[in-house]
Nanobody, 116 residues
Framework: QVQLVESGGGLVQAGGSLRLSCAASGRTFRVFQMGWFRQASGKEREFVAAISWRGGSAYYADSVKGRFTISRDNVKNIVYLLMNNLKPEDTGVYYC?????????WGQGTQVTVSS
């Protein structure tokens, strides 16, 4: 059974940083492209960042480019999202999934709240 568990969220002031983690189990995730997504209250879930299965390539939503960095550890089956210079508009629940996402793999997510 596939399980994705996100952690590392919290409350931070604007300009601060957080590092999110996504622990994956139940599937050989090291051979898949992985991504981070987020959903703000009252809005649809949106793409944030993705990384190739070897970690050599990454791409980002324009809104986070230059501030967020995605990485992965294929030995530990963990995907990270380092978020710097956070803004209030980054507030939301953050999820990881394969990229493109698989509907049955969504976890509980981790809440990120950025205060102004």
């Amino acid at each position: 059974q596939v399980q994705l568990v996100e952690s590392g969220g919290g409350l931070v002031q604007a300009g601060g940083s957080l590092r999110l983690s996504c622990a994956a189990s139940g599937r050989t995730f090291r051979v898949f492209q992985m991504g981070w997504f987020r959903q703000a209250s009252g809005k649809e879930r949106e793409f944030v960042a993705a990384i190739s299965w070897r970690g050599g390539s990454a791409y980002y939503a324009d809104s986070v480019k230059g501030r967020f960095t995605i990485s992965r550890d294929n030995v530990k089956n963990i995907v990270y999202l380092l978020m710097n210079n956070l803004k209030p508009e980054d507030t939301g629940v953050y999820y990881c999934n394969e990229q493109p996402p698989v509907s049955g793999y969504w976890g509980q997510g981790t809440q990120v709240t950025v205060s102004s």
